[in-house]
Structure formats: structure tokens, C-alpha cells
T-cell receptor
């Protein structure tokens, strides 16, 4: 079975500062890892995903994440926060059956 | 760009009533998923279809929830009778193949259900 831990439900960041959202996973098989973003009253949009190969993954809107097997982590970063980054962010993991297990999410607030 | 369509977007009902949600996946996507997202939590899978067949409904409360995808295209999720604890966002997603862990799931806008 797979699971994800996201700590800190609310994350506040100043506009222009680094965005860092932490994700740790547990998986009995080689994991596939995803980050999704959700704006109010909307569905989830894929930011990026890791399958195999390069451990540093670049996504949309300037986000990237690094897969670290030794730390069972897949943290999401963006060098400079923008007001439009205010949203909820979910980390998810799947095994070979494409069943996604989501974390509880991080609500990001961007302070002008 | 093709999108997953869901209706209605919002639904208010009284407990013990029946409700139904509809989902139309991206054309050509074989796999369809229904998720429930309680406020402040991540989505939880309720049921997964591969074409018209259910491949995973282990988390679906079968005493009151049912789901069908008769022709392997659009799908309906029903709750009868609705309970207060069913208030949540119901999300539909689809993916091209679905049997491979790397397949991207594309989400619809969701139906927000409020049970009074």
C-alpha cells in the first residue's frame, strides 16, 4: 500500500520568496509521485510527476520537485512566489495500478 | 484542450433524499475514477472503471452508493439515501490507459454536495 504525509496544513510565504512544500511517501513498490494544484471550487491540475529517470522534475508555472529515494521524499519548490500561486497543493503516490493516494494538502497563502 | 465535464457543479439536498452526479471523461480515455474530497482533506478514491468494468470499488459505501459506466464512456454516481456526512466535493477524473502507474489523471471541476 502507498501513503503520503504532508505536514503543515497552511503555509504562508511572502511574494518573491521561496516556496517549499514537503512530501514524504511510503510505498511497498517503486513509487510514481505527483504534485497537483487545486484552486477554489475547481478540480485538480497536474503540476508535475516523477516516474523513472531524472530525479529532478520540472513542471508548470515554474515549479520543480526532486525525488530522493534515500529520504523517501518528493518536496516541491518554486524560487519566487507569485500571488497567483495561492492555492491548495496535494502530493500523491501510486504503485503499478494507477490508484492515487493523496496527502492532506497544503494551503498556500502568498503575502504581498 | 479536452476536459472532463461534470454536472451539476453544486447540489443541495436534504438527508434521506437521492442524488446523482454525472461525469463525461476526455474522449478516448479508458479509465474513469470517482473521488470524494472532504473539506480540508485530499481526495479519496471511491471507484475506478476500466471501460465499463469496475476494477476497484473497495472504498465505495455500497449500502448507499452506486456507480455505473454502462457504455464505457460517461458515468453516473448515485447516493441513496444521502446522509449529513456525505457533504463533500465529488471529483471525477479520467486517464488514457489507467493500468499503468505513470498514467496522468485529469480531473473535472467537481460537484459540491451539501446535505441538510
Amino acid at each position: 500500500a502507498q501513503s503520503v504525509t504532508q505536514l503543515g496544513s497552511h503555509v504562508s510565504v511572502s511574494e518573491g520568496a521561496l516556496v517549499l512544500l514537503r512530501c514524504n511517501y511510503s510505498s511497498s513498490v517503486p513509487p510514481y509521485l505527483f504534485w497537483y494544484v487545486q484552486y477554489p471550487n475547481q478540480g485538480l491540475q497536474l503540476l508535475l510527476k516523477y516516474t523513472t529517470g531524472a530525479t529532478l522534475v520540472k513542471g508548470i508555472n515554474g515549479f520543480e520537485a526532486e525525488f530522493k529515494k534515500s529520504e523517501t521524499s518528493f518536496h516541491l519548490t518554486k524560487p519566487s512566489a507569485h500571488m497567483s500561486d495561492a492555492a491548495e497543493y496535494f502530493c500523491a503516490v501510486s504503485g503499478g495500478n494507477n490508484r492515487l493516494a493523496f496527502g492532506k494538502g497544503n494551503q498556500v497563502v502568498v503575502i504581498p | 484542450e479536452a476536459e472532463v465535464a461534470q454536472s451539476p457543479r453544486y447540489k443541495i439536498t436534504e438527508k434521506s433524499q437521492a442524488v446523482a452526479f454525472w461525469c463525461d471523461p476526455i474522449s478516448g480515455h479508458a479509465t474513469l475514477y470517482w473521488y470524494r474530497q472532504i473539506l480540508g482533506q485530499g481526495p479519496e478514491l471511491l471507484v475506478q472503471f476500466q471501460d465499463e468494468s469496475v476494477v476497484d470499488d473497495s472504498q465505495l459505501p455500497k449500502d448507499r452508493f452506486s456507480a455505473e459506466r454502462l457504455k464505457g464512456v460517461d458515468s453516473t454516481l448515485k447516493i441513496q439515501p444521502a446522509e449529513l456526512g456525505d457533504s463533500a466535493m465529488y471529483l471525477c477524473a479520467s486517464s488514457l490507459v489507467g493500468l499503468v502507474g505513470t498514467d496522468t489523471q485529469y480531473f473535472g471541476p467537481g460537484t459540491r454536495l451539501t446535505v441538510l
